[in-house]
């Protein structure tokens, strides 16, 4: 089945502890992207890129980083999560960057509480 | 600078009554248009999209969106509104240029039975 996998799904973490969130795709996309998704904010993305080893900061970086090693996969790390990065994370591929624009297909979303 | 607005936080309408939910937009060069939806505990999934062509889009579960270039909107819409529609709604809109998404703030809409 065509899809976008996160992990964790839910994740309660403290203040300044290293976390990751992964995500991987099996359908050979070459755009992934990171997004948070706040109430009255709507999605904002963060992080995204267009092949393999090449990432682009979005609208709201700070805080976060990203690695594009493999195709499928695009992880989102916080180094030193804070409270004010707790949100419910949706990651997303799409086939191509270039041409015609291609829908994007999004994970079941993470939701992440810092304490 | 490049936007999307949604005007409507909440759009409310009686099942079986046509529904509107609201997007306009703000970019440079040609705007690749997109309507996703979002049901409770899920992730976003795709509806529809306006790349090029016919300024009448039809997508899943029978919306349809109008492109109309004059007044910059894409507006969902949909003949017959079922109770299963209710969701939260979001228009985007990909900058050719440099393939920047753009999202809006989403739409909450209900259908009440």
Redesign the interface.
Known sequence: EAQVTQNPRYLITVTGKKLTVTCSQNMNHEYMSWYRQDPGLGLRQIYYSMNVEVTDKGDVPEGYKVSRKEKRNFPLILESPSPNQTSLYFCASSPRVSGPSNEQFFGPGTRLTVL | AQSVA?PEDQVNVAEGNPLTVKCTYSVSGNP?L?W?VQYP??????LL?Y?TGDNLVKGSYGFEAEFNKSQTSFHLKKPSALVSDSALY?C?V?R?RD???I????TRLHILP
């Open positions: 949604q690749y997109f996703y505990n899920r992730g976003l999934q795709f999209k790349i979001f985007a990909r050719e393939d920047k998404i999202f809006g703030k989403g």
